[in-house]
């Protein structure tokens, strides 16, 4: 599945933020975008078990009720020691408010003193077309959970996640040094080699 240049893509999302973050990953291939909440889309509910099934839920979805292809995503933070939890309800575990303090206290609290401490972040890419065919593309870094929470750069869990191979968390490294081995950035480079073309 390969989009042409000057193809208008559906980024199935209601967030302000990766609907920015997508239309500039997407500018150098060409691609024009369009968002979900803009075309008066609904939201569908994530159901599925994992992200694959969420994000090919939120795509066909979308590609759907658009009538154009369609690209959603899907991620969460996962902790050996906790069974893979949060994982898909990643975002749940924040509360009401989305106060991620809560989420780390929480991940803090049920980890207790487990000797295995790996943990890693998963994010899965799904483009769709309008007549159901879906394809996805997953992007995983690996590294531990570290306690108490460091840094403010970043969101959601970074403050509590030291990726491989340095002392640093997500929360201490500029966004670039982040982006440069992020899930979200891995997931991304699998879908712009399969799916399109630079000029
Ligand atoms: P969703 O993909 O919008 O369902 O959000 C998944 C949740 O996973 C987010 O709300 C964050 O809590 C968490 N998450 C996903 N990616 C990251 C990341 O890069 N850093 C920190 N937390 C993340």
């Given at each position: 599945m390969r989009l042409a240049r000057g193809s208008r893509l559906v980024v199935a999302t209601h967030n302000p933020g990766k609907l920015a973050e997508m239309t500039a990953?997407?500018?150098p291939y060409g691609i024009e975008t369009l968002s979900a909440g803009a075309l008066g889309l609904p939201e569908p509910e994530e159901t599925a078990e994992d992200f694959e099934g969420n994000a090919r839920l939120k795509a066909c979805a979308a590609a759907r009720g658009a009538g154009l292809p369609a690209l959603a995503d899907d991620s969460g933070f996962c902790v050996a020691a906790l069974g893979g939890a949060p994982g898909v309800v990643s975002a749940r575990w924040a509360g009401p408010g989305r106060?991620?303090?809560v989420a780390m206290a929480r991940v803090e609290r049920e980890m207790g003193n487990a000797a295995d401490r790996r943990a890693w972040f998963i994010s899965v890419l799904c483009l769709a077309l309008p007549d159901g065919r879906a394809t996805c593309f997953t992007g995983r870094v690996d590294g531990a959970v570290s306690f108490p929470p460091r840094g403010?750069?970043?969101?959601?869990?970074?403050?509590i996640f030291v990726p491989e191979?340095?002392?640093r968390t997500f929360g201490e490294m500029r966004p670039e040094e982040k982006e440069a081995i992020s899930h979200r950035s891995r997931a991304?480079?699998?879908f712009a080699a399969a799916c399109l073309s630079l000029p």
């Open positions: 990953l997407l500018a106060d991620f303090s403010t750069h970043g969101f959601g869990y970074d403050p191979g340095d002392r991304f480079r699998a």
